[in-house]
T-cell receptor, first 112, second 109 residues
Framework: GESVGLHLPTLSVQEGDNSIINCAYS??????FIWYKQESGKGPQFIID?????DKRQGQRVTVLLNKTVKHLSLQIAATQPGDSAVYFC???????????FGQGTELSVKP | SQTIHQWPATLVQPVGSPLSLECTVE??????LYWYRQAAGRGLQLLFY??????ISSEVPQNLSASRPQDRQFILSSKKLLLSDSGFYLC????????FGQGTRLTVV
């Protein structure tokens, strides 16, 4: 859901470890979900997406899992690197494809 | 290829002054267009979105407004800025995934 007023939770991982970032979405009618990475002072960048008729999708070093039963989305980053340090947002699309709402975001910090 | 232009990159405006932020998209037609605001260290708040020319959906009914005078142009406006309007404003276009501009950092003083 939209929790824009809250401070971002943080996740700290060691370089080379796997990272899992979680997101709870708000609308059971949402049919498309996107993960974004945002570096300081920049606009969000697309990482990976998934449609509601899927429960898993893999990209390069990233995997998105969708659990519609509990309205939960996760992003897994394999072999996390210092360059992965950023804020990660999930976004859900509904209202006949018009409304794109962002989740709270998680700040990922990778320790060398 | 598609590109999105958003300007200016930074803006300092006095309280009570008007605002106009412009966003244009190239290389696509009839995209969905979005305006978001982001406070420091926070999430992205959807302000307005548009699924076509002249069609604006408002999510935050404050002293901001949006207009889409052309298919690939989206404008965010205010008649009188408030201190609370300070933030990082992001424009995005979407056909499938959404692509973002580089943002405008607005400081109201």
């Amino acid at each position: 859901g939209e929790s824009v007023g809250l401070h971002l939770p943080t996740l700290s991982v060691q370089e080379g470890d796997n990272s899992i970032i979680n997101c709870a979405y708000s609308n059971s009618a949402s049919d498309y979900f996107i993960w974004y990475k945002q570096e300081s002072g920049k606009g969000p960048q697309f990482i990976i997406d998934i449609r509601s008729n899927m429960d898993k999708r893999q990209g390069q070093r990233v995997t998105v899992l969708l659990n519609k039963t509990v309205k939960h989305l996760s992003l897994q980053i394999a072999a996390t690197q210092p360059g992965d340090s950023a804020v990660y947002f999930c976004a859900e699309l509904y209202n006949q494809g018009g409304k794109l709402i962002f989740g709270q975001g998680t700040e990922l910090s990778v320790k060398p | 290829s598609q590109t999105i232009h958003q300007w200016p990159a930074t803006l300092v405006q006095p309280v009570g002054s008007p605002l106009s932020l412009e966003c244009t998209v190239e290389g696509t037609s009839n995209p969905n267009l979005y305006w978001y605001r982001q406070a420091a260290g926070r999430g992205l708040q959807l302000l307005f979105y548009s699924v076509g020319i002249g069609q604006i959906s408002s999510e935050v009914p404050q002293n901001l407004s949006a207009s889409r005078p052309q298919d690939r142009q989206f404008i965010l406006s205010s008649k009188k800025l408030l201190l609370s309007d300070s933030g990082f404003y992001l424009c995005a276009w979407r056909k499938g995934q959404a692509f973002f501009g580089q943002g405008t950092r607005l400081t109201v003083v």
